[in-house]
């Protein structure tokens, strides 16, 4: 028992106190009040799903430029992420990015590699909506591959219901 009731009492009050303020004024993590904005969002594919994702920085200045977003070269030295399908030319109807992961999942990143897919010449296009259609269909259905050379952060805000 301490020799000090009052006194131990007082500080746990302090401390009390201290803690309810710092919680008030936002917690341990200062980043300032929230505002809302209004931005664009994306809707793409994972596993037979959709998700809202955000288009925010790219590390290829030209992209950047045509679409509107920030423009990051030191982004593009990440390596080791999931991959971000994109078909160009020829698609199916309805054709979304494809991602290679989602929030909750292992490997999910909001930084993507760009992956290029294109239909070859007298294949006919599907709706791809999974990473994993994605390596059997260049297996059997004229679908072909390349690395786009840019890292996008595109982070995925909403995972699956109506788009």
């Known amino acids: 028992m301490s020799k000090h009731p009052v006194l131990a009492a007082g500080v746990a009050i302090v401390m009390v106190v201290l803690a309810a303020a710092a919680y008030a004024a ?30 925010t920085d790219i590390s290829s200045k030209a992209e950047a430029k045509m679409m509107h977003i920030n423009f990051s070269a030191s982004m593009g030295k990440v390596k080791g ?28 990143s909001p930084l993507w590699a760009e992956t290029i897919l294109t239909w070859k010449a007298g294949s006919k296009p599907v709706l791809i909506t999974s990473d994993n259609q994605v390596n059997k269909l260049e297996k059997t259905s004229g679908l072909t591959e390349r690395p786009g050379n840019v890292v996008l952060n595109c982070p995925i805000v909403k995972v699956g219901g109506k788009s």
């Open 81 to 108: 992420l999931p991959e971000i399908y994109l078909v160009q030319g020829r698609a199916a109807p309805g054709q979304l990015a494809v991602f290679g992961s989602e929030p909750g999942e292992k490997d999910y």
């Open 26 to 55: 936002g917690g341990p993590m200062m980043m300032g009040p929230s505002h809302r904005i209004s931005q664009p969002s994306f809707v793409g594919y994972y596993d037979g799903h959709k998700d809202t994702y955000l288009s």
